[in-house]
């Protein structure tokens, strides 16, 4: 009769994921207890979580689910936790709103708890009902039971107040009325630290908005956990090496702490370190809170991945392993999956005894990750929380990188019908998974499902939450497809749709403002777009692709002064942060001064980004095409050797090789190179595979073209008709592949096929596949284009301005007065003192700003023939010179 023995062991069960195990204890319970309501409620809550994890079909889990949660409801009609966990059911597996909505009224007559209270409120919300929902909150927070509860409600008032009625000054002041009421609330310390921030960016000017408003923020943080260090002064002790044995002695301790509840502050204050690659201070501030909250499980497993991004791995599984021992949670044990399958420990070395000695001998193989373990991780944490949208997310892509594509494909079914809180990780990854399989049409709907979702989802979520930030990347990949299949304007709505659910705050994410500028390019709207490139660097200092995205449409604008300007102050912000990532950076500035018919200093600017990031290869790609152009076409195909050696599965690579070759009137090495590059980008020129996963889908599809364009020329109609086709059923929206299709059958006279194909094309592009400019492919064209003179020549001297915008010559004389050298530069120096005194001196020469202001200017020390040199001397002795095409590459070897 004892009804808490058989929910605690069920629950046990359950843990262990003995969900047969846990399903009979819970029907042996509730016939030995009927009237246990909270065993009803809980056996149901263990369906519905067992079956949604489980199943690709959300209707399997009513008939069993349904009559459990009736069965309880049946001896309590008010109960406010079955009236909550029911009503959660009925909305987000079944989208029946109107049922959980009349389930929570039902229980607040009687019963008022923040669950309810904030479920409902988000119901009104998304009814627009804004006035009823203030309604609700004000009504209600003084008759809830505890401070929590009421602290929780004035957090969702409060986000009502800001979000809805854009009232910031009542904000703050229900903000403040619940740190009166509980000054020890963490949450609402974090989210007033959040809401002072925001409103910072409102009233600063935008020149630099988005650092004060990370400034307020931090300096909020801080202060919270000073004073909660000051509180604890009594109780801090040092966090020691090993802080698993340690732990359980401080668990002991009868005195609990005095100050924050838990280490949320200390949590929040540490993850923005963590956005600004500040690693070391992020561990710093985690190992105090831990001092001051050693039983908080999410301050370990954040300081559990701080430690895994500083490369500490064993730390960091000690670390996750304490989390998960004060309490089990579905983010920790996704943290703790992917450090096995990424970072395995290594291998006990193995003995071997020689047969001609007594001697032993170790070997050590390579750590491999043990998969069985990585899949119990995922599956306990799917267990524990079934609507954990980034455990669906990390788990199909660990099962997709190994090559179980299916396997994959259903861990993300089970993600979409989940129907997760954070479900932007769920169709995000889906279409990614989708997208590098080449399935474009299918990605693109995922993408647009997933949109749609979110948009109705997070418009409507009564408190600020971080599934809003998350969502980005989903609107980005998204928005990126759109502008790379033309549709500028549908492209530039994504954007704004996912900086409109970031709380409509333009200076939250540097990768959407850059996509909007990067869509009002393409439609033409230059104005526009430096607007939008300017908030992006603003928000990221050091955010590459936009310093080198503005630069560019300069450059082709005939801006040459700005573009050098904006390509120097992106390589001075980006190389003191991380100088791999400055290879975009080099490779546009080395174009801007071919162009200007400077190719002695474009041939040493290529020299130092690839010193700066020597892996980056569109480097060496770029600089065989200028030696092309100049006619070197020794040069070229030195650099494209290189370029193709270490990545063999990029087509513009191998289109540059072709083109090099028809230049040297290798005609019969054209099509060999072209065929090549199909084999090893396309997957064989059929299929999709895994070597075609980290090339361009365009570029893929160009090497059809370019193939099919050269035995045009050879006069083989029906090879060239087939390669078309091939190319068109790998990516049926690519439109130049139309257009050459359609000029061969006009060569034959083909008019049935002519017919046949326009078609097609009216079907996909709404439009003519006779109407060239619809289909115009200008960067290949330009790419290609027949001129031996440089790339100067076609600018002339009078349409480039020389003068430097006044809107990019403010920007760049604040980033040459800002002295101020962060956390992050000194360790990547991991000689702080040292690099602090000379490190300047080194890179600026003295301290005028002239002189600053043009240090990354090409180099006099930099020897480009001697670069060229080396390069082809270890071709040469790697073998790798002539090898390219007789390698295979997982398909048949093609022969010409």
């Given at each position: 009769?004892?009804?808490?023995?058989?929910?605690?062991?069920?629950?046990?069960?359950?843990?262990?994921?003995?969900?047969?195990?846990?399903?009979?204890?819970?029907?042996?319970?509730?016939?030995?207890?009927?009237?246990?309501?909270?065993?009803?409620?809980?056996?149901?809550?263990?369906?519905?979580?067992?079956?949604?994890?489980?199943?690709?079909?959300?209707?399997?889990?009513?008939?069993?689910?349904?009559?459990?949660?009736?069965?309880?409801?049946?001896?309590?009609?008010?109960?406010?936790?079955?009236?909550?966990?029911?009503?959660?059911?009925?909305?987000?597996?079944?989208?029946?709103?109107?049922?959980?909505?009349?389930?929570?009224?039902?229980?607040?007559?009687?019963?008022?708890?923040?669950?309810?209270?904030?479920?409902?409120?988000?119901?009104?919300?998304?009814?627009?009902?804004?006035?009823?929902?203030?309604?609700?909150?004000?009504?209600?927070?003084?008759?809830?039971?505890?401070?929590?509860?009421?602290?929780?409600?004035?957090?969702?008032?409060?986000?009502?107040?800001?979000?809805?009625?854009?009232?910031?000054?009542?904000?703050?002041?229900?903000?403040?009325?619940?740190?009166?009421?509980?000054?020890?609330?963490?949450?609402?310390?974090?989210?007033?630290?959040?809401?002072?921030?925001?409103?910072?960016?409102?009233?600063?000017?935008?020149?630099?908005?988005?650092?004060?408003?990370?400034?307020?923020?931090?300096?909020?943080?801080?202060?919270?956990?000073?004073?909660?260090?000051?509180?604890?002064?009594?109780?801090?002790?040092?966090?020691?090496?090993?802080?698993?044995?340690?732990?359980?002695?401080?668990?002991?301790?009868?005195?609990?702490?005095?100050?924050?509840?838990?280490?949320?502050?200390?949590?929040?204050?540490?993850?923005?370190?963590?956005?600004?690659?500040?690693?070391?201070?992020?561990?710093?501030?985690?190992?105090?809170?831990?001092?001051?909250?050693?039983?908080?499980?999410?301050?370990?497993?954040?300081?559990?991945?701080?430690?895994?991004?500083?490369?500490?791995?064993?730390?960091?599984?000690?670390?996750?392993?304490?989390?998960?021992?004060?309490?089990?949670?579905?983010?920790?044990?996704?943290?703790?999956?992917?450090?096995?399958?990424?970072?395995?420990?290594?291998?006990?070395?193995?003995?071997?005894?020689?047969?001609?000695?007594?001697?032993?001998?170790?070997?050590?193989?390579?750590?491999?990750?043990?998969?069985?373990?990585?899949?119990?991780?995922?599956?306990?944490?799917?267990?524990?929380?079934?609507?954990?949208?980034?455990?669906?997310?990390?788990?199909?892509?660990?099962?997709?990188?190994?090559?179980?594509?299916?396997?994959?494909?259903?861990?993300?079914?089970?993600?979409?019908?989940?129907?997760?809180?954070?479900?932007?990780?769920v169709y995000h990854g889906y279409g990614k998974l989708e997208l590098s399989?080449?399935?474009?049409?299918?990605?693109?709907?995922?993408?647009?499902?997933?949109?749609?979702?979110?948009?109705?989802?997070?418009?409507?979520?009564?408190?600020?939450?971080?599934?809003?930030?998350?969502?980005?990347?989903?609107?980005?990949?998204?928005?990126?497809?759109?502008?790379?299949?033309?549709?500028?304007?549908?492209?530039?709505?994504?954007?704004?749709?996912?900086?409109?659910?970031?709380?409509?705050?333009?200076?939250?994410?540097?990768?959407?403002?850059?996509?909007?500028?990067?869509?009002?390019?393409?439609?033409?709207?230059?104005?526009?777009?430096?607007?939008?490139?300017?908030?992006?660097?603003?928000?990221?200092?050091?955010?590459?692709?936009?310093?080198?995205?503005?630069?560019?449409?300069?450059?082709?604008?005939?801006?040459?002064?700005?573009?050098?300007?904006?390509?120097?102050?992106?390589?001075?912000?980006?190389?003191?942060?991380?100088?791999?990532?400055?290879?975009?950076?080099?490779?546009?500035?080395?174009?801007?001064?071919?162009?200007r018919g400077n190719v002695a200093e474009s041939r040493a600017l290529f020299?130092?980004?690839?010193?700066?990031?020597?892996?980056?290869?569109?480097?060496?790609?770029?600089?065989?095409?200028?030696?092309?152009?100049?006619?070197?076409?020794?040069?070229?195909?030195?650099?494209?050797?290189?370029?193709?050696?270490?990545?063999?599965?990029?087509?513009?690579?191998?289109?540059?090789?072709?083109?090099?070759?028809?230049?040297?009137?290798?005609?019969?090495?054209?099509?060999?190179?072209?065929?090549?590059?199909?084999?090893?980008?396309?997957?064989?020129?059929?299929?999709?595979?895994?070597?075609?996963?980290?090339?361009?889908?365009?570029?893929?599809?160009?090497?059809?073209?370019?193939?099919?364009?050269?035995?045009?020329?050879?006069?083989?109609?029906?090879?060239?008709?087939?390669?078309?086709?091939?190319?068109?059923?790998?990516?049926?929206?690519?439109?130049?592949?139309?257009?050459?299709?359609?000029?061969?059958?006009?060569?034959?006279?083909?008019?049935?096929?002519?017919?046949?194909?326009?078609?097609?094309?009216?079907?996909?592009?709404?439009?003519?596949?006779?109407?060239?400019?619809?289909?115009?492919?200008?960067?290949?064209?330009?790419?290609?284009?027949?001129?031996?003179?440089?790339?100067?020549?076609?600018?002339?001297?009078?349409?480039?301005?020389?003068?430097?915008?006044?809107?990019?010559?403010?920007?760049?004389?604040?980033?040459?007065?800002?002295?101020?050298?962060?956390?992050?530069?000194?360790?990547?120096?991991?000689n702080q003192n040292d690099w602090r005194h000379k490190g300047r001196g080194?890179?600026?020469?003295?301290?005028?700003?002239?002189?600053?202001?043009?240090?990354?200017?090409?180099?006099?020390?930099?020897?480009?023939?001697?670069?060229?040199?080396?390069?082809?001397?270890?071709?040469?002795?790697?073998?790798?010179?002539?090898?390219?095409?007789?390698?295979?590459?997982?398909?048949?070897?093609?022969?010409?």
């Open positions: 009769q004892d009804s808490h023995s058989y929910l605690a062991l069920a629950k046990l069960q359950a843990r262990r994921r003995q969900v047969q195990q846990a399903h009979d204890t819970f029907r042996r319970g509730t016939t030995a207890c009927p009237n246990s309501i909270h065993l009803w409620q809980a056996w149901a809550i263990h369906s519905e979580a067992t079956t949604t994890s489980s199943t690709n079909n959300p209707q399997e889990a009513v008939d069993e689910t349904r009559p459990l949660f009736e069965r309880a409801l049946a001896l309590d009609p008010y109960n406010p936790y079955v009236c909550h966990a029911y009503g959660l059911y009925e909305k987000q597996r079944h989208g029946n709103v109107a049922a959980a909505q009349k389930l929570w009224e039902t229980a607040l007559q009687k019963h008022s708890t923040a669950a309810l209270v904030c479920s409902l409120g988000q119901v009104l919300l998304s009814q627009n009902q804004l006035t009823a929902a203030r309604d609700l909150y004000a009504q209600h927070l003084y008759e809830l039971p505890s401070k929590r509860e009421k602290v929780e409600v004035f957090l969702a008032y409060a986000w009502l107040e800001e979000r809805y009625f854009h009232n910031g000054d009542h904000a703050h002041e229900l903000l403040s009325t619940a740190l009166r009421l509980d000054p020890t609330s963490s949450v609402a310390q974090v989210a007033m630290a959040r809401l002072e921030g925001r409103r910072q960016t409102i009233t600063t000017s935008s020149s630099s908005e988005n650092t004060a408003s990370r400034q307020v923020t931090l300096q909020r943080l801080a202060q919270a956990c000073q004073t909660n260090s000051s509180t604890n002064s009594n109780s801090s002790v040092i966090l020691p090496a090993q802080p698993q044995a340690q732990h359980r002695r401080r668990r002991s301790s009868s005195s609990p702490p005095q100050g924050h509840k838990d280490g949320r502050v200390y949590n929040a204050w540490a993850n923005l370190e963590v956005k600004n690659r500040r690693y070391r201070k992020a561990r710093q501030i985690l190992r105090e809170g831990l001092e001051h909250h050693p039983h908080d499980f999410s301050l370990w497993q954040a300081a559990g991945k701080v430690e895994e991004l500083l490369g500490h791995y064993t730390e960091a599984r000690t670390m996750y392993s304490e989390s998960l021992s004060i309490q089990p949670s579905a983010p920790t044990l996704v943290a703790y999956a992917l450090l096995e399958l990424h970072h395995p420990p290594d291998p006990v070395p193995k003995k071997t005894t020689s047969n001609t000695s007594n001697r032993t001998t170790s070997i050590s193989n390579k750590p491999q990750p043990n998969f069985t373990q990585v899949q119990g991780l995922f599956e306990e944490a799917l267990l524990l929380d079934p609507r954990h949208g980034p455990a669906y997310n990390s788990y199909g892509n660990a099962e997709f990188k190994r090559g179980n594509v299916e396997a994959a494909r259903q861990i993300f079914e089970r993600g979409v019908h989940a129907n997760c809180s954070d479900a932007a990780s399989l080449g399935h474009v049409t299918k990605a693109r709907a995922l993408l647009q499902q997933g949109r749609t979702h979110v948009m109705t989802l997070q418009q409507h979520v009564g408190t600020d939450s971080p599934h809003r930030e998350r969502s980005s990347f989903l609107f980005h990949t998204l928005g990126m497809l759109e502008l790379n299949r033309d549709n500028a304007a549908e492209a530039r709505q994504v954007f704004l749709n996912g900086l409109e659910l970031l709380h409509g705050n333009t200076s939250s994410s540097s990768q959407l403002l850059l996509g909007v500028a990067l869509a009002e390019v393409q439609l033409g709207n230059p104005d526009e777009a430096r607007v939008y490139f300017e908030k992006s660097v603003q928000v990221n200092e050091r955010h590459a692709q936009a310093w080198q995205a503005w630069g560019v449409m300069e450059m082709r604008q005939g801006n040459f002064a700005t573009a050098q300007t904006l390509f120097q102050c992106g390589l001075k912000q980006v190389d003191s942060y991380n100088r791999k990532e400055t290879g975009a950076l080099w490779l546009a500035y080395a174009t801007l001064e071919g162009r020299t130092q980004g690839l010193q700066a990031a020597p892996h980056h290869t569109p480097l060496l790609q770029a600089w065989a095409s200028l030696e092309l152009r100049v006619g070197n076409v020794a040069t070229a195909r030195i650099l494209i050797t290189k370029a193709l050696t270490r990545d063999k599965h990029n087509g513009s690579g191998w289109m540059v090789a072709a083109e090099i070759e028809r230049r040297d009137g290798n005609l019969g090495l054209v099509k060999l190179i072209l065929r090549r590059g199909i084999e090893c980008c396309c997957g064989n020129g059929g299929g999709s595979s895994k070597k075609s996963l980290s090339g361009s889908s365009s570029d893929c599809v160009e090497l059809y073209r370019s193939l099919g364009d050269a035995l045009l020329g050879e006069g083989k109609i029906q090879e060239a008709r087939e390669i078309y086709e091939r190319g068109i059923e790998m990516d049926p929206q690519h439109a130049p592949l139309y257009h050459s299709l359609a000029e061969l059958e006009a060569q034959v006279f083909n008019v049935e096929g002519l017919s046949k194909l326009n078609k097609r094309a009216a079907k996909v592009f709404k439009t003519s596949a006779f109407d060239r400019s619809s289909f115009a492919d200008e960067a290949l064209s330009k790419k290609f284009a027949a001129s031996g003179t440089s790339w100067g020549s076609k600018h002339s001297a009078s349409s480039s301005r020389t003068k430097v915008t006044r809107q990019v010559a403010a920007l760049a004389q604040r980033i040459v007065e800002d002295d101020d050298y962060d956390e992050v530069e000194m360790e990547h120096k991991h080194r890179r600026f020469g003295n301290s005028n700003k002239k002189q600053r202001s043009a240090s990354f200017s090409p180099s006099d020390d930099v020897d480009p023939d001697a670069f060229l040199e080396s390069m082809s001397a270890n071709l040469i002795q790697e073998g790798m010179v002539g090898d390219l095409l007789n390698e295979k590459d997982g398909g048949n070897n093609q022969q010409d």
